[in-house]
């Protein structure tokens, strides 16, 4: 009788263990990373024309992948309005706020969502691409806009990650440039729903690329600004094929 209290005390110990690791999959929280307190959602009063919001991205891999060299992300912003509102025209000639929306690296407290090439990766804001233009058929409309984020370090400077791990990607940053006086972009009041669609880390050779497609838990990829009112599943988050990934990217 006491060896088998002992098994199957063994063995509770051991779904405990299981139940409490971390999912994988990608998080984004509004100025900090969610696991250190970052909130889903952002309301500003829309009455400054200083300060700043950000938007932490980070991920966690199921098992150690060797040798990243680099790491691709894919987010999509959406509006409730018809047309995405000037307030979010970022990083295109014509855009009402151009120079608005920065990218840093994002490192946590020295324990968790620390970043992942230890600030020796370089970060882009790839391309910032409204109505739908630069996505897979039957994508998405003019109330939305998709960002992409490469950061990559020298091939020489890869890094060995560890599987349930949450790092640190990317610090995009919203300032408050032309939000009121003149000149002004319209729209900072309207809600909007901002989903970190996926990740990608790239490995040396792509021998071992991993592709993330889903939030750790239900909506944990998703935030949104001014409360509710786009709809977060207008762009739904999924596993996805390789030829998938690859229209994805393109």
């Not at 999912?23 to 024309?49: H, K, T, Y």
């Not at 960002?147 to 990317?170: C, H, M, Q, R, W």
């Not at 071992?208 to 998703?222: W, Y």
Request: charged share 10%; net charge neutral; proline share 4%.
């Amino acid at each position: 009788m006491k060896r088998f209290r002992f098994v199957i005390g063994v063995v509770a110990a051991m779904l405990v263990t299981a139940s409490s690791a971390t999912a994988a999959g990608v998080d984004l929280a509004w100025q900090s990373c969610a696991r250190l307190g970052g909130s889903s959602n952002q309301s500003f009063a829309c009455d400054s024309n200083t300060g700043s919001h950000a938007m932490i991205g980070t991920f966690v891999l199921s098992n150690d992948v060797a040798q990243v060299k680099g790491v691709e992300v894919v987010l999509d912003l959406i509006s409730q309005q018809a047309t995405l509102p000037d307030w979010w025209g970022f990083r295109f000639i014509g855009a009402c706020r151009q120079n608005s929306l920065s990218i840093a690296a994002y490192d946590g407290d020295g324990t968790d969502c620390v970043d992942w090439a230890a600030g020796a990766a370089s970060m882009n804001i790839a391309s910032y691409v409204i109505s739908g233009q630069d996505v897979p058929p039957g994508g998405l409309g003019p109330n939305t806009a998709r960002i992409k984020v490469v950061n990559a370090v020298t091939p020489s400077a890869a890094v060995d990650l560890v599987g349930s791990t949450e790092y640190g990607v990317f610090n995009l940053s919203v300032d408050n440039l032309k939000t009121v006086g003149s000149p002004s972009c319209t729209g900072c009041t309207n809600p909007v729903c901002v989903v970190f669609n996926s990740c990608l880390a790239v490995t040396v050779g792509t021998l071992n690329d991993t592709f993330l497609g889903s939030g750790t838990s239900p909506g944990s990829n998703t935030i949104t600004w001014q409360g509710a009112g786009a709809d977060c599943q207008a762009v739904p988050v999924r596993a996805a094929t390789w030829g998938r990934v690859k229209a994805l990217y393109r």
